[in-house]
């Protein structure tokens, strides 16, 4: 069931699967995704294992706290404080943090100045950000803006921007009826594809990468067609200790094929 919690003055929603007795995943997703790109099916085969799982909508996604379009006002550490902040609404004091994509930023954020909430890290799909990184493939379509004007085609848009980044592991209905949950949830949507980009882009107060000092886990598809796999590589190579799983045939993002070692990596924590 989703619930609302008032987080660092505004509101977010969340969905919490299993046990509160049992170690908590919090599963933060990328730029413009609510908590829907975390399949429901994904979170109760890992709450079997064990695990007490949250997923939630992000500033300017589902049923949070919308800004306005292009003028969001926040940064990237604020996003990290709402992590922070849910887990407070929780009663959690630390959790395993799972990141995708946009989402490592926060992380490293958690990670570096209030390593005390995370118990470990994983990244998923994302990057140290470093120039001289590859850029995404020739593959990727330029797909522009849509005409936010015409819901018919802001769905479309979406649809064939996850059929881009799934490197094959594309199914249409899937990926649509999610798109169509998702405008349906969005406060408004157009905020929801504009506002992570807008934002402030700040860095952590206490270092970087080489300063985490919990462990790290990064996970990352070999066919990631917007941020390849040396991106992921960057990342393990930029905290010490840190473990690289390579998932053969991913694209960007944890497709259904791949929950499973997904599980079993967090089951194991």
Not at 69 to 78: K, N
Request: glycine share 10%.
């Amino acid at each position: 069931m989703e619930n609302f919690y008032s987080v660092n003055g505004i509101e977010l929603c969340a969905e919490t699967y299993g046990d509160p007795a049992d170690p908590a995943v919090l599963l933060i997703h990328g730029a413009t995704a609510s908590m829907l790109w975390w399949d429901s099916r994904l979170c109760t085969g890992l709450a079997a294992r064990g695990r007490f799982v949250i997923r939630y909508d992000q500033r300017d996604t589902g049923r949070s706290a919308s800004f306005p379009v292009g003028d969001p006002g926040y940064a990237m550490s604020d996003l990290a404080a709402d992590a922070v902040g849910l887990l407070d609404a929780l009663g959690i004091e630390r959790a395993h943090v799972v990141a995708q994509s946009m989402s490592g930023g926060t992380a490293l954020i958690l990670g570096a100045d209030h390593p005390s909430r995370v118990a470990s890290l994983t990244f998923v799909s994302t990057s140290t950000g470093d120039e001289g990184l590859p850029p995404p493939s020739p593959s990727m379509p330029r797909l522009g803006t849509p005409d936010f004007g015409d819901r018919v085609a802001v769905e479309e848009y979406v649809v064939r921007s996850i059929e881009a980044e799934a490197a094959g592991h594309f199914d249409e209905t899937s990926a649509r009826d999610l798109v169509r949950q998702d405008m349906a949830r969005a406060k408004d949507y157009e905020a929801s594809l504009t506002n992570h980009f807008a934002m402030t882009f700040d860095s952590p107060r206490n270092g970087g990468f080489a300063d985490l000092a919990i462990p790290v886990v990064v996970m990352h598809g070999d066919a990631d067609p917007l941020l390849p796999l040396p991106h992921g590589e960057a990342v393990r190579d930029a905290v010490p200790g840190a473990r690289l799983v390579v998932l053969a045939g991913m694209g960007h993002g944890l497709s259904a094929p791949y929950w499973k070692p997904f599980v079993d990596e967090l089951g194991e924590r």
